[in-house]
């Protein structure tokens, strides 16, 4: 059995490509080399000749992709010589900037929605010992809030206006162009605050520009329709959508996210939540694939394009999936319908409740 050096994070393996000093202290939980999964069952029941493949984000030490960018933030403001960082968070950045902070040692502020956060996310950033506001307000007066107390406190922000938050987030796009050993046609995501499509684009061009691919996909994002600003094309009032980590009415990286479209000549679409738990279902009972409520859309959106012809048979489809689904266990379990059955402790009882089940 040959063996393989322990593999110890994005900032290790694509130091090359990040802005990153040699001797820098790097702040990792080994984020990063997650799974892509080439989906079966739906593929073979779409009857369409494609191959759609999923990179598990989820797999990420907080359940995220937002590990990627966070080990780069953390890794920077240490360096730089900072005693803390604040953020404004559906809560996934939190949860990450929160490990993060604690392996490095320092102080994480986060600024969370009142009511409005995934009960994973909440525990996580409480066990890590940030420091938790929770506001009476949503992501956007958040966001607002932390920029303003960005300036007059020492605290330095890890959102993803933060460029080392893209620079790390970039290597997902690295990993998928080695495992395939090309660029994907088509990229399929999520569109929250709008970081990570900035992010992959990055990736995808910086590896373009370099020679290792002679492609770039066409970058497709959804948003969930109340709370979709890049589908209405201006900001939204009151965001709403079961989709916590994409419920946003005014994204950060807004021109970002619309040159990526532009120059990769791909599209945003919208979807509703009922569509999106469909979805998210649809990818636990037939592919064994958890992932919460946001990340699925970033498939139910390559599967009806597909099935609408707006992707071409032929294509290689990638799709992130943005956070594990056990973040949301509420969401998940109050939309299963598979029931629990309640039986007497006797094998007389079980057997003939497996045997009901089996005709
Ligand atoms: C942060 C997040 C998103 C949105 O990503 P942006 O970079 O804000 O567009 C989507 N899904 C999950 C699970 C997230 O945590």
Redesign the pocket.
């Known amino acids: 059995m040959p063996f393989r050096p322990r593999y110890t994070g994005v900032i290790d393996r694509y130091r090359d490509f990040l802005p990153i000093h040699e001797d820098t202290r790097i702040i990792s939980l080994g984020e990063g080399n997650t799974p892509l999964i080439r989906l079966h069952n739906i593929q073979r029941e779409l009857g369409k000749e494609v191959n759609i493949y999923v990179k598990y984000e989820g797999l990420n030490p907080t359940g995220?992709?937002?590990d990627r960018g966070m080990t780069m933030a953390i890794t920077q403001t240490v360096n730089a010589g900072n005693q803390a960082v604040i953020c404004a968070s559906?809560?996934?950045?939190s949860a990450s900037a929160a490990a993060y902070a604690a392996r490095a040692g320092i102080t994480a502020f986060v600024l969370i929605p009142d009511g409005k956060i995934a009960q994973g996310k909440l525990a996580q950033a409480m066990m890590h010992g940030a420091i938790i506001f929770q506001i009476q307000g949503n992501f956007d007066d958040g966001m607002r809030l932390v920029k303003e107390v960005a300036s007059h406190a020492p605290v330095e922000i890890v959102n993803?206006i933060n460029p080392f938050r893209l620079q790390g987030q970039k290597t997902a796009a690295f990993e998928i162009i080695e495992e395939l050993g090309r660029a994907p046609d088509y990229h399929c995501l999520?569109?929250?605050?709008?970081?990570?499509?900035s992010a992959y684009w990055l990736g995808y061009t910086q590896f373009y520009q370099i020679g290792i691919v002679t492609t770039r996909p066409r970058m497709c994002a959804y948003q969930a329709s109340g709370a979709a600003p890049f589908l209405r094309g201006h900001p939204v009032e009151n965001p709403e959508t079961i989709a916590t980590?994409?419920r946003?009415g005014n994204?950060q990286s807004w021109d970002k996210a619309w040159a990526a479209q532009r120059e990769s000549g791909g599209w945003f679409d919208e979807f509703s939540d009922e569509e999106i738990l469909a979805t998210q279902k649809l990818l636990a009972e037939r592919e064994g694939i958890f992932c919460?409520p946001?990340?699925a859309i970033a498939v139910a959106g390559a599967l009806r394009d597909v099935k609408s012809g707006k992707i071409p048979e032929g294509s290689t489809i990638t799709c992130t999936l943005?956070?594990h689904g056990l973040k949301d266990p509420d969401t998940a379990i109050r939309q299963s319908t598979g029931p629990v059955i309640k039986v007497k402790a006797t094998l007389e009882e079980v057997k003939g409740a497996i045997l009901d089940h089996l005709v």
Request: hydrophobic letters at 30%.
């Open positions: 995220s992709f937002k559906t809560g996934n950045t993803s999520p569109l929250g605050n709008a970081g990570n499509i980590a994409i946003i994204p919460e946001a990340s943005t956070g």
